[in-house]
C-alpha cells in the first residue's frame, strides 16, 4: 500500500474543507498551475469535521504525509468550524513526534478560495517535504 | 482519619442516599474491592488502606439514583469533570472524600514480594509496609511501590467533597515532577520512541479492560473501536489496529482524562497505557492552561475555542 | 527405555532449544516482567515461577485467524464476469507447549469436547490440536485466588498433558501421560529420574494441601436453583463489574469466537477472533433487542455456563479449572468463587449441579 509506486509517486491525502481551500485548489486547476500528483483531495463541509482520528488512520493505514487545510480563523463559512479544527490539530502535530511519527508529515494550514497561487506552492513544498522524507512503511503485521 | 470516623459519616450519609459506594476486603490482604452499601449492618465492612485503589467515581454516570460515593484525591477530580461535562446530577450525589498519602501498586508489590502468596499486610508508620508471606516477611517502603501518580501527586485533598474524614494534606511533591517523565521519554530519536510504542502495543489483548475502567470513557458499548458502520478498526490482531485502538482512545480523552492511571492499572498485560494521555494533557497545560478535573466550571479545552489562540503558532512546512 | 525421565536445570536452554528442531516450541518468556507464551527463541528469558498472565490457549486456538482470503478477479475480455478466488491455508506445525500449568492443560480438554470431539469437528482446532503436545508444570505453590482442587483438578494433575514437570531443587523430574510424552524422554539431555519420583510425589501432595478451597459450605460448586435465578443476588454481587472481557480473554476455558469478513476493495478475509459473552455485543441482536442488557444478565450467563449449562452437556464436567486468572487480573476484583459460594446450596436436590466433582 505504501511505498514507492512505479511513477515514484508517494500517498499523500488532502482534507480540504469545501468553501475556501477546495475553492482555492480549484483556482489553481483553473489556471492551470502545474503540481505534483501525488496528493489526494478528500472534500469535506468544513475544516472543523476533521477529526484527528482521520489523520491518524491515515498514516497507519499506508499515507506518507497528510495535509489539511481550511478557510482562515475568522472566515469560516459555519463561523467557528475552524476554531475548533486549530486546537484539535495543534494537540495532534504535537502528538505524533510523542508517537515517534516524524510530525512533519501531517501539516495544517489555513487557504482562502482565491489563493490559488498559494495552494500550488504548498502542494509542491509539502511533496517535496514527504519525499525527502521517504515512504513511511507503517503497517505491521502481527 | 480513623476508620469509625469513615463509618460514622457512611451511616449517617445512608439516611440521605439510596447506595453508597466504598470499598471493602477483596480475595487477599493486598487487594480490595469496590463495595455497593445498602443497609446499615453492612457499614462496618468497610475499610480504608493503601490497598484502596480504585477509582470509584467511575460508577457515578450509570447509577440513576441518589449515590454517596467514597472518594481519594484523584478521584475527585474525575467528578468535577463529571460535572464540567454535565454528566451528573449533583445534587444527587454525596462526596466523602479521604484525604490520602499515597496508594500501592498491586504489581510492584507482587514484584517487591518476588510473586510470593500473602498472607497478611501490617501498615506500619513512616510509610512502610511488611507484608507475611509463605516464604517469610519482607518490609517495603510505601515509596518504592507507589504507582507513579503518588509520586507526583499535586491533590492528596479531594478538590470537592461533601464530608472530609481527617486533616487535609498539603502536596509535598514539586509541580514539575508531574510530567517529568513525558519530557524525558520525548528526548529520544523518532526510531526509539515509535520501536517503543509498537512493542508495547503488541502486548495488547484488545480485552477493554482499560477503556471500561476508564472514569471519562462513557461511550462504553458504542464505542466506535468496535463498530462496523463505520469501519474504524478491524477485528484483526495486528499490530497496526492495536496502534489504532489506542489512539482512538488517548485521542477521545484529549483535556478530558484526569489522570487517575486505572487504564494502566488495569491492563493485564502492564501496558503504559497512561502516558500517552499524559503527553496530551501537558499539551494542553501548555496551550491552553488547562487542568482536567479542578474547576466544575471550566470547560474541557477540546469543547471550546479562543478566537486568538496567543499559544498557537502557524506552522511552517517541513 | 527411560519410564521417568530427570533433566539437569543447566540443561533446560539446551532441552528447548532441541526440541525446536522438530518443533515449534512456545514456553512462557518473560519480558518486562509480563510472562506469556511465545515461541521459544535461544536465549529468551524462561519464568516457570509464576503462572503467565495469559494462558497458553492461543497456541492452539489463536485469537486471531484467517479461516480463508477471497479476491475479485476480472478478465479484460469478459468485464461483465466477476471471479472468485478463495484460498484456504491450513498448515499446522508440529508445536509443543512447554511449562503450561495444569488449570491451563485442562482447559484444552474442556475446549476438546466442543471441538475435537462433537459431531462436527472445527478443522483448524482440531488440526492444530492433533499436532501439538503439552509439557505441563506441576506448582510448586498455588497462585493468588488459584482453587483447581476444588473443581476436580489439582496443582499436580496430569489431565490434558503428555508429559508432567515436577521441579525439584537442581532439575525437572519428568513423568510422562501419554506415549507420545513418553516418546519424548528419549533424549540425550535426560537421564533417569526413577530416584527423584518419591521426593517429586511428596512435593506434589505438599502443594495440594495448601491450595485453598473456597467452597466452604459444599467443598464443590454446587449451585442453588433458587438463588441462581434471584435477579437481586446477580445485582448485589455484580454492581461493581466494568464489563470488560480480562476474565474471558485470559481465562483456559472459554472458547467462543466471532466470525467477521474484513473486506477490502478488491479483496478480503474471513477471520475468527475471540469473543467475550461479557460485551454487550455479544447477544446483540440486528434489531436491537439485547436478551442479556445489562453486566448482571452477562456474569450470570458466564457463571451458568461454567457451573451448570456445561457440566448439564458434558457428564458434570465443570468448565471452569480454578486458575485464578480472572480473580487476579479483574479491575474490580471480582470473584468468581466467591460468588459460587454464595450461590452454595447443600442439599443436592435444590442444585442444579449433577454432582459428580467435576472429574470426567
Excluded at chain 2, 57 to 67: E, F, G, M, N, W
Aim: charge should be neutral; include cysteine; hydrophobic fraction near 35%.
Amino acid at each position: 500500500m505504501s511505498g514507492v509506486d512505479p511513477k515514484g509517486e508517494l500517498r499523500i491525502v488532502g482534507f480540504l474543507c469545501n468553501w475556501c481551500s477546495y475553492g482555492g485548489a480549484d483556482t489553481a486547476g483553473v489556471s492551470r498551475f502545474k503540481q505534483p500528483t501525488d496528493l489526494r483531495i478528500i472534500r469535506v463541509p468544513c475544516s472543523g469535521r476533521v477529526n484527528p482520528l482521520f489523520v491518524v488512520k491515515a498514516l497507519l493505514n499506508g499515507a506518507d504525509g497528510v495535509l489539511v487545510s481550511g478557510c482562515h480563523p475568522r472566515d469560516c463559512h459555519y463561523s467557528d468550524g475552524n476554531f475548533y479544527a486549530r486546537r484539535r490539530l495543534e494537540m495532534l502535530k504535537r502528538l505524533l513526534s510523542f508517537l515517534g511519527i516524524d510530525n512533519r508529515r501531517f501539516h495544517y494550514t489555513w487557504i482562502s478560495a482565491s489563493e490559488g497561487a498559494r495552494w500550488q506552492q504548498t502542494v509542491r513544498d509539502f511533496t517535496e517535504v514527504i519525499h525527502r522524507l521517504g515512504p513511511l512503511n507503517l503497517k505491521r503485521e502481527a | 482519619m480513623s476508620i469509625e470516623m469513615l463509618r460514622d459519616v457512611v451511616k449517617k450519609v445512608l439516611e440521605e442516599v439510596d447506595v453508597v459506594i466504598g470499598y471493602t476486603e477483596g480475595f487477599d490482604k493486598i487487594h480490595t474491592t469496590p463495595f455497593f452499601i445498602d443497609t446499615p449492618e453492612q457499614v462496618d465492612e468497610l475499610i480504608w488502606n493503601p490497598t484502596c485503589v480504585h477509582n470509584l467515581a467511575t460508577y457515578l454516570p450509570s447509577l440513576k439514583k441518589k449515590v454517596g460515593v467514597v472518594v481519594k484525591g484523584c478521584d475527585s477530580r474525575t467528578i468535577v469533570q463529571y460535572m464540567q461535562e454535565g454528566l451528573i446530577n449533583r445534587d444527587n450525589i454525596k462526596i466523602i472524600g479521604i484525604p490520602c498519602k499515597g496508594i500501592i501498586s498491586v504489581k510492584r508489590l507482587s514484584k517487591a514480594i518476588d510473586y510470593a502468596n500473602i498472607e497478611d499486610v501490617v501498615f506500619e508508620n513512616e510509610g512502610k509496609i511488611t507484608v507475611k508471606t509463605d516464604k517469610g516477611d519482607k518490609t517495603v517502603a510505601m515509596v518504592d511501590i507507589m504507582p507513579d501518580k503518588c509520586k507526583t501527586c499535586q491533590y492528596p485533598t479531594p478538590v470537592i467533597y461533601d464530608y472530609l474524614i481527617g486533616d487535609p494534606i498539603k502536596s509535598d511533591k514539586p509541580q514539575e515532577s508531574v510530567y517529568a517523565d513525558i519530557v524525558e521519554f520525548d528526548k529520544k530519536t523518532p526510531e526509539e520512541k515509535l520501536q517503543y510504542w509498537l512493542k508495547e502495543f503488541d502486548r495488547c489483548i484488545r480485552c477493554y479492560a482499560c477503556r471500561n475502567a476508564c472514569p471519562m470513557c462513557i461511550c462504553q458499548d458504542s464505542c466506535i473501536a468496535e463498530t462496523r458502520e463505520p469501519h474504524w478498526i478491524s477485528q484483526k490482531l495486528t499490530t497496526q489496529e492495536k496502534f489504532m485502538f489506542h489512539l482512538i482512545h488517548a485521542v477521545h480523552l484529549a483535556g478530558r482524562c484526569v489522570e487517575c492511571g486505572e487504564c494502566e492499572r488495569v491492563c493485564p498485560m502492564g501496558i503504559p497505557v497512561n502516558k500517552l494521555k499524559r503527553k496530551i494533557n501537558l499539551d494542553m497545560k501548555e496551550l491552553f492552561d488547562y487542568v482536567p478535573g479542578i474547576n466544575p466550571d471550566d470547560k474541557p479545552p477540546m469543547y471550546t475555542f479562543n478566537v486568538d489562540e496567543l499559544k498557537i503558532k502557524e506552522h511552517k512546512i517541513g | 527405555m527411560i519410564e521417568i525421565g530427570f533433566l539437569k536445570k543447566e540443561n533446560l536452554q539446551a532441552f528447548l532449544k532441541e526440541l525446536s528442531g522438530r518443533y515449534s516450541v512456545y514456553a512462557p518468556v518473560v519480558e518486562d516482567d509480563i510472562v506469556s507464551f511465545k515461541p521459544f527463541i535461544e536465549g529468551r528469558e524462561i519464568c516457570l515461577d509464576r503462572p503467565a498472565n495469559l494462558s497458553p490457549k492461543s497456541v492452539i486456538f489463536p485469537q486471531c485467524e484467517t479461516l480463508f482470503s477471497y479476491s475479485f478477479l476480472k478478465k479484460a475480455e469478459n468485464p461483465d464476469k466477476v471471479d472468485v478466488k478463495l484460498e484456504e491455508k491450513m498448515d499446522f506445525r508440529d508445536t509443543v507447549i512447554f511449562g503450561a500449568r495444569p488449570c491451563d492443560a485442562k482447559g484444552f480438554n474442556i475446549l476438546d469436547r466442543v471441538y475435537k470431539d462433537s459431531d462436527i469437528p472445527d478443522p483448524y482446532y482440531t488440526g492444530r490440536r492433533e499436532k501439538t503436545l503439552i509439557i505441563g508444570l506441576a506448582c510448586s505453590a498455588p497462585s493468588p485466588g488459584c482453587f483447581c482442587v476444588a473443581v476436580g483438578g489439582g496443582p499436580a494433575d496430569k489431565e490434558g498433558s503428555d508429559i508432567l514437570i515436577t521441579e525439584l531443587a537442581n532439575g525437572y523430574v519428568l513423568e510422562p501421560v501419554t506415549e507420545k510424552g513418553k516418546a519424548m524422554l528419549q533424549s540425550s539431555l535426560i537421564e533417569s529420574g526413577q530416584g527423584y519420583l518419591q521426593e517429586a510425589q511428596k512435593k506434589q501432595e505438599d502443594t495440594k494441601q495448601k491450595v485453598k478451597n473456597p467452597f466452604t459450605k459444599t467443598g464443590k460448586p454446587q449451585i442453588s436453583q433458587k438463588i441462581f435465578n434471584d435477579d437481586g443476588f446477580w445485582e448485589r454481587s455484580l454492581s461493581k463489574c466494568v464489563s470488560c472481557a480480562a476474565c474471558t480473554f485470559l481465562c483456559p476455558t472459554c472458547y467462543c469466537f466471532n466470525i467477521t469478513d474484513e473486506a477490502r476493495l478488491k479483496e478480503g478475509e474471513r477471520i475468527r477472533t475471540w469473543d467475550a459473552c461479557m460485551f454487550f455485543h455479544f447477544t446483540l441482536e440486528a434489531s436491537g433487542h439485547n436478551p442479556r442488557p445489562t453486566k448482571f444478565n452477562r456474569f450470570k450467563n458466564r457463571v451458568g455456563h461454567k457451573f451448570v449449562y456445561y457440566p448439564e452437556k458434558y457428564n458434570g464436567v465443570i468448565a471452569c479449572c480454578g486458575c485464578g486468572r480472572c480473580i487476579r487480573y479483574c479491575p474490580v476484583s471480582v470473584d468468581i468463587s466467591k460468588i459460587v459460594d454464595d450461590l452454595s446450596e447443600t442439599n443436592p436436590e435444590e442444585s442444579n449441579l449433577t454432582s459428580n466433582g467435576g472429574k470426567a
